[in-house]
Structures are given as C-alpha cells and as structure tokens.
Nanobody, 122 residues
Framework: QVYLVESGGGLVQAGGSLTLSCAAT????????MAWYRQYPGKEREWIAI???????DYIDSVKDRFTISRDTIKGMVWLLMRNLKPEDTATYFC????????????????WGQGTQVTVSS
C-alpha cells in the first residue's frame, strides 16, 4: 500500500514561513517524481514545485525564490519550505508521487496525499 501523508499546514501571517512535510510509504522516492500541488476553491490543482528522480527541483514562477522543495529518499520524506508567504498562497496543498513506469513495471503510477490547508492572513 502506498500512503502520502502531508502535515505542517496552518494559519500564518503574510511574510511568515511554513514547512510542509510529506511522509511517503510504500514507494521508493528514487523512482518517483515528487511534487507539491496546490488547489484554490473551485479551481483545478496546479503544480508548484517538483523534484525529479535525480533530485533536480523546479518551480512555477510565482513561488520561485520563495519556496524550496527537498527530499530524503532514505527517510521517504519530501518537504516544502515556504517563505515570505502571501495571501494568494492560501490554498490546500497536496503531495504527489508520479512514475511513468519501468521496464519491470510499465504502468504509470500516480499517488496523492489528502492535502493540508495553508491560510495566509494579510
């Protein structure tokens, strides 16, 4: 069984910081692209930060230089450090694990956590 469990959300003032955690069990993070998505009410989820299987990070422009994604493949953990938070960062944040498949297991795999709410007050 694969589980992604997010934690660390909460209420913070604008300009503050939060660190979201994602505990992944049942998968090898070396074989999955890990990502953080966020979702505004009534909107589709959008990716905001990813770390590839070789550890390369990438970000959407609106969070670049403010958010940092990191992982520990041994502990099975992924983090999102969020700094200088803005009211427009208020959303539900989701951890995602995606694999295109491998030679031994060719089916793509896509797993999600339950989400954690981040609220930034102005």
């Amino acid at each position: 069984q694969v589980y992604l469990v997010e934690s660390g959300g909460g209420l913070v003032q604008a300009g503050g910081s939060l660190t979201l955690s994602c505990a992944a069990t049942g998968i090898d993070l070396n074989a999955f692209r890990m990502a953080w998505y966020r979702q505004y009410p009534g909107k589709e989820r959008e990716w905001i930060a990813i770390v590839t299987t070789d550890g390369t990070p990438d970000y959407i422009d609106s969070v670049k230089d403010r958010f940092t994604i990191s992982r520990d493949t041994i502990k099975g953990m992924v983090w999102l450090l969020m700094r200088n938070l803005k009211p427009e960062d208020t959303a539900t944040y989701f951890c995602n694990a995606f694999s295109v498949g491998s030679r031994s297991d060719p089916l793509p795999k896509d797993f999600w956590g339950q989400g954690t709410q981040v609220t930034v007050s102005s």
